[in-house]
């Protein structure tokens, strides 16, 4: 801060809001950081501690983890330095902070497992996750998600135990769902509020949804709209995955699983609907709706620039779709 003040006072701002706090301005208010000139930073030496960690995120739970953010293409290159010793740097430089942060996330988690323990919905996180991960394979199938959707409907504290897909399933019914989840997260008409996909060749591009339709739109490096198409939603349909699309989205569904951001964003599904559910029950809901809503982008970015259902659809998808997870409302914070 002190550098910012001192050097460049009119590149920073300060948030409205109850968590009020400085930031850099962004161009035109919703383009890219004022600092990046020509796709780079202009002060690169001095960089705030968020870009310096970028792509790794701090995420205060139960405990500290490190997420990696998806959304960034450099990840998926293979090249570079170990990213786990590159994370275990940064959270050295961090750890007084996180220390702190972890008093105060440990408090929340205290507070919320006894809040569960009362309305008995509590149930065993480790179970749930080695039952996901040993039906990991069927994660990809709409036809198991029906079923998923269907049981925690039924069973007060389900299980996946003897669960198989059912291809009776009602495919629209299921479409529907994944196109309204997609829908939901681009619903607005504010450049800041909708999700980027970064392009394969590096344009951001963003789809705003309204009155059921999709406008894509183009950022230029001046924080300019171009609008590019539109479609009705219900003109794309849910695409089948190739076999190495569906291999693509089981690993992730993996990732996800193992992340305890995730776990953070299911927490606060159930205390923003009441504790009424099985925590179970609304962990494999939450990644039911998390695999339709990616499946749904696919199908759309496949629309827009035929990226396919395979292999790299799906991790286009995961591009465009992971900077949203991890902006996901959790009980739990980045730092
Ligand atoms: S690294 Fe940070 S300061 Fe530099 S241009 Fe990017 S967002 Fe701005």
Redesign the pocket.
């Known amino acids: 801060m002190a550098f910012f003040r001192k050097n460049m006072p009119d590149k920073v701002t300060k948030t409205r809001g109850e968590d009020a706090h400085f930031c850099?301005k962004m161009k035109k208010g919703r383009g890219?950081?004022v600092?990046?000139n020509d796709r780079r930073?202009?002060?690169?030496q001095n960089?705030?501690t968020?870009?310096r960690q970028f792509p790794y995120h701090f995420y205060a739970g139960e405990r500290i983890s490190v997420e990696l953010d998806l959304s960034c293409r450099g990840v998926w290159t293979g090249n570079g330095v170990d990213a786990a010793e590159e994370a275990r740097a940064l959270a050295e430089a961090s750890e007084k902070r996180l220390v702190s942060e972890l008093k105060e996330s440990s408090e929340v988690y205290r507070e919320f497992y006894s809040i569960c323990r009362e309305a008995g919905v509590m149930s065993d996180v480790s179970a749930i996750r080695m039952a996901l991960s040993a039906n990991i394979d069927k994660f990809a199938d709409p036809a198991y998600l029906a079923k998923i959707m269907d049981r925690s409907l039924e069973e007060p504290k389900m299980t996946l135990e003897n669960l198989t897909p059912d291809n009776r399933y009602d495919a629209a019914e299921m479409e529907a769902a994944a196109r309204d989840a997609a829908l939901e997260s681009m619903g607005s008409s504010d450049p800041m509020m909708v999700p980027v996909y970064c392009g394969k060749d590096w344009s951001w591009n963003m789809f705003m949804a309204a009155d059921g339709r999709i406008t894509w739109s183009v950022m230029d490096d001046d924080g300019n709209l171009e609008e590019k198409g539109t479609v009705d939603a219900k003109d794309i349909p849910l695409k089948p995955l190739d076999e190495s699309g569906r291999k693509m989205l089981c690993q992730y569904v993996s990732v996800l699983n193992g992340r305890e951001s995730f776990l953070g964003n299911v927490f606060h599904t159930m205390d923003r609907l009441g504790y009424e559910d099985d925590m179970a029950n609304t962990y494999y809901g939450c990644m039911c709706v998390t695999i339709l809503d990616l499946m749904w982008r696919a199908s759309m970015l496949d629309h827009f620039f035929g990226t396919g259902m395979g292999e790299d659809g799906i991790r286009e998808a995961i591009i465009f779709y992971d900077m949203d997870r991890l902006d996901a409302p959790t009980i739990g914070a980045f730092v």
């Not at 930073?41 to 690169?44: E, G, T």
Request: a positive charge.
């Open positions: 850099l890219s950081c600092l990046l930073c202009s002060i690169y960089r705030p968020f870009c």
